[in-house]
T-cell receptor, first 113, second 115 residues
Framework: GEDVEQSLFLSVREGDSSVINCTYT??????LYWYKQEPGAGLQLLTY?????DMKQDQRLTVLLNKKDKHLSLRIADTQTGDSAIYFC?????????????FGKGTKLSVIP | DTGVSQDPRHKITKRGQNVTFRCDPI?????LYWYRQTLGQGPEFLTY????????KSRLLSDRFSAERPKGSFSTLEIQRTEQGDSAMYLC?????????????FGSGTQLSVL
């Protein structure tokens, strides 16, 4: 079955760049997503990338996709304390199953002032 | 607030009791999803509605779970004869179906504790 894996923790200093990595197994994934979850809150969609793209930039966020290696990364430039949260990578299936997202366990980002 | 709304935010119940949660999606969204999240895990898909039709149910959704979306607006998720293993955050999400990927907007969730 589909599987999405992420490292569990990342710690960076304020102002540095953060890179959160994710690997997935479903080669038919059409879209890949990054969600942010703050304590006691639901998930907030940060950005997403279509599987035929290899890069997407949105302000401080850069998503890189290596489809051959099934590797996705999220780079946050100039990381701020407000970026401290859990970041989830997710993939959607293809065709009739494209509405169903499979999430990783999340990477907890801690930003040190 | 025009986001996804869930009620209640927290629910504590005794094992064996029934509980019901409500979700109000973003008004123009025709798709509605229920996910479950346990501590240290990502959300797991439970079920999906397009308008009022329930189109998919995960095998995680035992016979004790039932979800409805009458009139294609709000949805309810009921758990009968709750068990301690049902303790989790129940997340509702909605999206506007179409091309361009499923951009799910999540509510803040209902945290269920079964004692």
């Amino acid at each position: 079955g589909e599987d999405v894996e992420q490292s569990l923790f990342l710690s960076v200093r304020e102002g540095d760049s953060s890179v959160i990595n994710c690997t997935y197994t479903d080669s038919s994934s059409t879209y890949l997503y990054w969600y942010k979850q703050e304590p006691g809150a639901g998930l907030q969609l940060l950005t997403y990338i279509f599987s035929n793209m290899d890069m997407k930039q949105d302000q401080r966020l850069t998503v890189l996709l290596n489809k051959k290696d099934k590797h996705l990364s999220l780079r946050i430039a100039d990381t701020q304390t407000g970026d401290s949260a859990i970041y989830f990578c997710a993939e959607s299936g293809s065709g009739a199953g494209s509405y169903q997202l499979t999430f990783g366990k999340g990477t907890k980002l801690s930003v040190i002032p | 607030d025009t986001g996804v709304s869930q009620d209640p935010r927290h629910k504590i119940t005794k094992r064996g009791q029934n509980v019901t949660f409500r979700c109000d999606p973003i008004s123009e969204h025709n798709r509605l999803y229920w996910y479950r999240q346990t501590l240290g895990q990502g959300p797991e898909f439970l079920t999906y509605f397009q308008n009022e039709a329930q189109l998919e149910k995960s095998r995680l959704l035992s016979d004790r779970f039932s979800a409805e979306r009458p009139k294609g607006s709000f949805s309810t998720l009921e758990i009968q004869r709750t068990e301690q293993g049902d303790s989790a955050m129940y997340l509702c999400a909605s999206s506007l179906g179409g091309t361009g990927g499923e951009k799910l907007f999540f509510g803040s969730g209902t945290q269920l504790s079964v004692l």
